[in-house]
């Protein structure tokens, strides 16, 4: 009986495997992933049957709450690749750019990703990661900005 299970075991491990070796290797297929809009971030893979579908000639607003700062001064914050995704995906469903009406708010510890590069760099002596996703960002016409508060 113990042989048996460890058969099947192993039998069901390979197939998990096959399986996943099957899919890392679709995944990094030329084509698999795109940017439609955002050239070079949030990379996307198109599901045409997808039960929820963008529908072009319909206008979309969103905005994005930015608050987390990246892990290290050197990378590019996490949000920012999610905020490109998302265009990219609408681009990809046919929704033209300007039917996107996106905003990515920053505030708090992400205010950081806003600087100019000679601020970013006296601040963690680094150049700013992520001048060239906002710039890509801009492009796509997604707005991006800070919260500005004033105490009194």
């Not at 992933?33 to 072009?56: C, E, F, I, M």
């Not at 990219?88 to 300007?98: I, R």
């Not at 039917?99 to 510890?109: C, E, Q, T, W, Y």
Request: charged share 20%; hydrophobic share 45%; aromatic share 8%.
């Amino acid at each position: 009986m113990i042989k048996m299970l460890d058969g099947r075991f192993v039998a069901a491990a390979m197939v998990a495997a096959f399986s996943l070796s099957a899919h890392a290797a679709a995944s990094d297929a030329p084509g698999f992933w795109q940017t439609p809009a955002v050239q070079g971030y949030g990379r996307v893979h198109n599901l045409p049957d997808s039960a929820y579908q963008p529908k072009p000639g319909h206008i979309y607003k969103v905005v994005f709450s930015v608050t987390s700062g990246a892990k290290q001064s050197d990378q590019i914050n996490a949000a920012l690749d999610r905020v490109a995704r998302t265009v990219n995906l609408y681009a990809a469903a046919g929704v033209p750019l300007k039917d996107l009406k996106f905003v990515a708010v920053v505030s708090g510890p992400a205010t950081p990703l806003v600087l100019d590069d000679a601020h970013y760099r006296e601040e963690f002596g680094v150049p700013n990661p992520n001048l060239p996703e906002i710039a890509a960002l801009k492009k796509s016409r997604c707005r991006c900005g800070r919260v500005r508060t004033s105490r009194r």
